[in-house]
């Protein structure tokens, strides 16, 4: 999968953007709010519908500007080298086109643009809150599987739900424990798909850590589903049972509810299931979030982004766009070799953003073929030839 052009109109700062991207490395050189991220975010949203930073699509919008449009053209390998995506909105509606043709359904749009993002923020996701963690996890399975995304959308109305009932003065103990059933259901869908995901990504991880810091132990991610065992999924109880049959585990949620049922009535919201799990990021056995530097930090992103990688062309069969945004902060040289290592090798298109052209960027430039390089200035983009 590669994306061979991008068009984006006012888009953050970005007035007007005609790409032909190279099919290897691009690469975008300029000072802090230039608008290099911009770039990069662009062509993630176009193919997963949402920022990776996490904001409305209102805040993409350029300044004093009403319609935004992003438009690409992808080599596809089961599609052929012409196979269009458009998106574009205004503040009534969104419109979606898959090879020029307009369509109502995101799960026809999705999948087909596959990217994984590396940010500067990306040390945030290993420190920060619950919510990021399992934000990157979902993010992750949407791409790969479309359908997840419909699963969540169900989930969350039944945690809606479920909660309204909580909140009301004097319940419906018959509508709460219908939505009890479905909530545990659904819930249960949402933790085995996960469950089964980092599971894979972990024996990517294993593969990674053995080749390129000489353990296989070295990285590993620790499923926490909230199962309403208080205390115990943080010893990997939790994670063995996230792999446990469907019944199994649509029991274990509604016996967890039924556990903590006295303070969901105190509280008024759900005490239970995948809208509380976590997941920790463990180097050489220590929770990078409490005991990570952050460098560490960093370093253990990037690797979980390179066994996404490696997962999804191991599923799909084709590699997904890799974007890193800032990549070489903060990390120190023998873990920026490792970078440079990644770039000089990996099959798939990548887009990167730098502040400097320092002398690592000029052997890449040199040893990769058709490197593209652009230099940034208050959202134009001027090629370097």
Same mark, same amino acid.
């Given at each position: 999968?590669?994306?061979?052009?991008?068009?984006?109109?006012?888009?953050?700062?970005?007035?007007?953007?005609?790409?032909?991207?190279?099919?290897?490395?691009?690469?975008?050189?300029?000072?802090?709010?230039?608008?290099?991220?911009?770039?990069?975010?662009?062509?993630?949203?176009?193919?997963?519908?949402?920022?990776?930073?996490?904001?409305?699509?209102?805040?993409?919008?350029?300044?004093?500007?009403?319609?935004?449009?992003?438009?690409?053209?992808?080599?596809?390998?089961?599609?052929?080298?012409?196979?269009?995506?458009?998106?574009?909105?205004?503040?009534?509606?969104?419109?979606?086109?898959?090879?020029?043709?307009?369509?109502?359904?995101?799960?026809?749009?999705?999948?087909?643009?596959?990217?994984?993002?590396?940010?500067?923020?990306?040390?945030? &996701? &290993?420190?920060?809150?619950?919510?990021?963690?399992?934000?990157?996890?979902?993010?992750?399975?949407?791409?790969?599987?479309?359908?997840?995304?419909?699963?969540?959308?169900?989930?969350?109305?039944?945690?809606?739900?479920?909660?309204?009932?909580?909140?009301?003065?004097?319940?419906?103990?018959?509508?709460?424990?219908?939505?009890?059933?479905?909530?545990?259901?659904?819930?249960?869908? &949402?933790? *085995?798909?996960?469950?089964?995901?980092?599971?894979?990504?972990?024996?990517?991880?294993?593969?990674?850590?053995?080749?390129?810091?000489?353990?296989?132990?070295?990285? *590993?991610l620790r499923y926490e589903p909230a199962l309403g065992?208080?205390?115990?999924?943080?010893?990997?109880?939790?994670?063995?049972?996230?792999?446990?049959?469907?019944?199994?585990?649509?029991?274990?949620?509604?016996?967890?509810?039924?556990?903590?049922?006295?303070?969901?009535?105190?509280?008024?919201?759900?005490?239970?299931?995948?809208?509380?799990?976590?997941?920790?990021?463990?180097?050489?056995?220590?929770?990078?979030?409490?005991?990570?530097?952050?460098?560490?930090?960093?370093?253990?992103?990037?690797?979980?982004?390179?066994?996404?990688?490696?997962?999804?062309?191991?599923?799909?069969?084709?590699?997904?766009?890799?974007?890193?945004?800032?990549?070489?902060?903060?990390?120190?040289?023998?873990?920026?070799?490792?970078?440079?290592?990644?770039?000089?090798?990996? *099959?798939?298109?990548?887009?990167?953003?730098?502040?400097?052209?320092?002398?690592?960027?000029?052997?890449?430039?040199?040893?990769?073929?058709?490197?593209?390089?652009?230099?940034? *200035?208050?959202?134009?983009?001027?090629?370097?030839?």
């Open positions: 999968m590669k994306l061979k052009t991008l068009q984006a109109r006012n888009f953050r700062n970005v007035e007007r953007v005609d790409l032909a991207c190279g099919p290897r490395l691009n690469i975008f050189v300029g000072d802090n709010g230039q608008g290099k991220t911009n770039v990069l975010e662009s062509i993630y949203v176009l193919g997963q519908l949402r920022s990776f930073r996490g904001v409305a699509r209102s805040q993409l919008t350029r300044w004093g500007t009403e319609i935004v449009s992003l438009k690409g053209v992808l080599e596809h390998p089961a599609h052929g080298d012409a196979f269009s995506l458009e998106t574009s909105w205004d503040r009534q509606r969104r419109v979606l086109k898959v090879q020029g043709r307009e369509t109502n359904r995101t799960l026809d749009y999705l999948g087909h643009l596959r990217a994984l993002v590396f940010s500067a923020d990306s040390a945030q &996701v &290993v420190k920060g809150a619950p919510q990021e963690r399992r934000q990157l996890m979902d993010r992750a399975l949407v791409s790969l599987q479309p359908a997840y995304l419909g699963l969540l959308q169900r989930y969350h109305m039944a945690l809606r739900q479920r909660n309204q009932l909580l909140k009301e003065p004097k319940r419906d103990r018959t509508s709460l424990e219908v939505w009890n059933a479905k909530f545990a259901e659904l819930g249960a869908d &949402v933790v *085995r798909a996960r469950a089964r995901y980092l599971r894979r990504v972990n024996q990517q991880l294993a593969r990674l850590g053995e080749l390129k810091l000489g353990s296989p132990a070295a990285l *590993r065992q208080v205390g115990q999924e943080r010893n990997g109880a939790g994670e063995e049972a996230a792999l446990a049959s469907a019944g199994d585990l649509v029991q274990r949620l509604a016996e967890g509810i039924a556990r903590v049922e006295r303070e969901e009535m105190r509280f008024r919201v759900s005490l239970v299931g995948p809208q509380r799990d976590d997941i920790s990021f463990l180097f050489y056995g220590h929770d990078l979030k409490d005991y990570g530097s952050r460098g560490e930090q960093r370093l253990g992103m990037l690797l979980v982004v390179l066994a996404m990688l490696e997962d999804v062309e191991s599923e799909v069969g084709t590699a997904p766009v890799v974007l890193l945004d800032d990549m070489t902060s903060e990390l120190d040289q023998r873990r920026r070799g490792l970078l440079w290592e990644f770039l000089q090798t990996v *099959r798939a298109q990548v887009f990167l953003t730098g502040t400097d052209w320092t002398p690592e960027l000029e052997t890449l430039r040199a040893e990769v073929p058709e490197t593209q390089v652009w230099r940034v *200035r208050a959202g134009t983009l001027f090629q370097d030839t």
